[in-house]
């Protein structure tokens, strides 16, 4: 699958009968390795898909000293990713997506149609979208989801620090774009308990999104 070779860390979980790949990045704080994303791999696997998880330049500088350090700049984050999607060879639809940042640095690469269609990428997976830093709403991020050439898929707790529904409701993002909103969920979808939700249920309902918005795409192309 991989037919050249990545400087970067990267694991790659095969599925069943595979439908589709997708690569999932991480978020700006937690590695490709960190629980939660391994959770989110392995029920994507269930439902027959195959991921790609990497870790971008700053957190494989962390892995070697220890240090933590903040993430790189957008430009270095797109060519990372950039370069985990030239280094693929396959024949079945690639997605691109990841948790939050990792979601955000996708949706970004999907607004040049030209790389996206030269590497036959279908669509894009956000998920909780950091439409703006913590407790600084006014520093929107909508421009990836405005000038996306490509279906956008975004799952988003209710109650997000860095998105929350009722201010998304008052921003204008393509008509590319799916939103499913995650009833009490916070960034990572987990309700509190007084919600009658858990978060296994919000993880299960997600996958099941991916998997349906990966088949409508597929299907359409």
Do not use: W
Request: proline share 5%; charged share 20%; net charge neutral.
């Amino acid at each position: 699958m991989i037919k050249n070779e990545l400087t970067i860390s990267h694991i790659i979980n095969q599925a069943d009968n595979p439908q589709a790949l997708v690569i999932f990045a991480h978020g700006a704080g937690a590695d490709m390795s960190h629980e939660y994303l391994e959770t989110i791999t392995q029920l994507m696997n269930e439902q027959h898909i195959s991921v790609l998880r990497f870790n971008f330049p700053y957190m494989d500088k962390r892995k070697v000293d220890g240090k933590r350090r903040p993430p790189d700049r957008m430009p270095t984050l797109i060519e990372c990713y950039q370069s985990v999607i030239m280094s693929l060879e396959t024949q079945l639809p690639i997605f691109i997506g990841g948790k939050s940042m990792g979601g955000r640095v996708a949706a970004t690469l999907a607004s040049d149609k030209t790389v996206m269609m030269s590497h036959n990428i279908k669509g894009v997976i956000c998920l909780g979208y950091p439409f703006h830093p913590i407790k600084k709403p006014e520093k929107l991020r909508l421009v990836p989801l405005q000038t996306t050439q490509l279906p956008i898929l975004i799952l988003q707790g209710q109650r997000d620090a860095l998105g929350n529904e009722a201010e998304i409701n008052e921003y204008e993002i393509s008509s590319l774009c799916q939103l499913h909103i995650f009833a009490d969920g916070d960034h990572d979808l987990k309700p509190r308990v007084k919600s009658g939700y858990n978060l296994q249920q919000h993880q299960s309902t997600a996958i099941n999104k991916m998997r349906s918005f990966i088949d409508e795409i597929s299907h359409r192309c």
